[in-house]
């Protein structure tokens, strides 16, 4: 047996193992999954507009007007009119100076964070950020200190431990995996007490939290005070990459030095296109998001009737706590046979003990079908000697 073969084992033996499934068609609240219909509640489309047809559109003529690729990075000769122009409708939509593009939101929180974070300094990020700003911190020149999840007091005694030498403060602005909102109001008044920059990802709140869509930053009022706000394409916008608002030499200072920037092909024009037609849908009908929490509201409180233990949140991510991986797999795939199609969260994308199921609801979903799904999500444990009644995560109401 190689070593390879080895370590594919022991994923399997610890029921971390994990393979790729099929979905046949676009996405949208119910697909073809393998062969077989099931409602989808584990994308990120939160608004349905992946496959809106006027995204479709935008796509295929901005294909047959620039082309299917950039061609090189920005700085040599991909820097393309749909580029600036997206770029400028991101930062009006966010109530920047400049937004910058980049090819993913995984590219975008690993180039700022390096970017920002040198030698000598620290960077402070939450234990529960996503995985792209672990990956940033660890390849900054930086010291990292992970303060506990949310919890303001333990971040306050890492940066009065610093003494002068914090950079960077960095945050999901909406937890992707547990579905609360970072505490942006305290953050921004530490950062501002000890000269720091604040960075927030707005992976999953892009379209899909705040006043229009316009994430946790601007529902908490304090657009502008954020020094560094990381939006997605990919997410509820229906099509891929990310961005950056920031002022304008922040912004002149990432051309300069992020180098997921500098050394990768620019985005292609026809996910900008999308990108941008989403974004004119998403300003235009605002009630696509009013409807996600509105489906958010009835997927929680229907889990709630059926004996989970929901977090007490109000966002589209919904997950419900089970504790070790063998269970959370089993209970995913005895949901799955039951058409349903939520996704197992284990390490490590979670901490050891806080596998969990996540949902995440879309605007397009039918309330009946939700209410649904919670009644299967709770047959489903039920026949399996789950109990869900506490939750296992970390951030349980
Ligand atoms: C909080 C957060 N940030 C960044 C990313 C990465 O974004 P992308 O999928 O565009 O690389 C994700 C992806 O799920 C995420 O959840």
């Known amino acids: 047996m190689t070593e390879v073969a080895e370590r594919l084992e022991e994923l399997r033996d610890r029921r971390l193992y994990r393979r790729l499934r099929l979905v046949e068609g676009p996405q ?32 295929a003529e901005a294909a047959m007007r620039w082309g299917a690729g950039a061609g090189a990075s920005r700085l040599i000769s991909g820097n393309m009119e749909p580029h600036r122009r997206l770029e400028q409708r991101l930062a009006g939509f966010e109530g920047y ?4 593009l980049f090819g993913s939101g995984y590219l975008a929180n690993t180039g700022t964070i390096a970017a920002l974070a040198g030698r000598g300094e620290v960077v402070f990020s939450d234990e529960l950020n996503h995985a792209s700003i672990v990956d940033g911190c660890r390849l900054a020149r930086a010291e990292t200190f992970v303060y506990r999840h949310a919890d303001v007091e333990h971040l306050a005694w890492g940066l009065r431990q610093a003494e002068g030498r914090g950079s960077l403060i960095v945050t ?16 921004v008044g530490l950062a501002r007490d000890h000269g720091c920059r604040l960075m927030v990802d707005e992976a999953h709140a892009t379209g899909a939290v705040g006043p229009g869509g316009r994430g946790t930053v601007a529902a908490a009022g304090l657009t502008g005070e954020v020094d560094l706000v990381v939006g997605t394409l990919g997410k509820a916008l229906g099509s891929y990459g990310a961005y950056v608002c920031a002022g304008g030499e922040l912004v002149e200072y990432l051309v300069n030095t992020a180098r997921p920037f500098i050394f990768s092909t620019a985005p292609p024009p026809p996910v900008l296109a999308a990108a941008e037609a989403a974004l004119g849908l998403l300003e235009g009908e605002p009630q696509r998001v009013e409807r996600l929490r509105a489906n958010a509201a009835t997927l929680r409180g229907a889990l709630a009737g059926e004996g989970f233990a929901v977090p007490d949140s109000e966002t589209q991510i919904v997950p419900v706590g089970v504790g070790d991986a063998a269970s959370t797999m089993a209970l995913s795939e005895r949901l799955l046979e039951r058409g349903v199609f939520a996704q197992g969260i284990r390490p490590p994308t979670v901490p050891e003990g806080s596998s969990r199921l996540r949902f995440t609801v879309m605007a397009t979903h039918d309330p009946d079908e939700l209410r649904d799904a919670a009644r299967q999500a709770g047959a489903a444990a039920r026949e399996l000697g789950i109990a869900v009644g506490e939750s296992s995560l970390a951030v349980a109401a």
């Open 97 to 100: 100076g400049e937004a910058l």
């Open 28 to 59: 949208g609240p119910r697909v073809l999954l393998d062969g077989r219909p099931v409602l989808l509640l584990c994308s990120n489309d939160y608004l349905g507009l992946a496959a809106h047809p006027l995204v479709r559109e935008a796509a």
């Open 172 to 187: 999901d602005g909406l937890f992707s995996m547990d579905g609360d909102v970072a505490p942006l109001a305290e953050l």
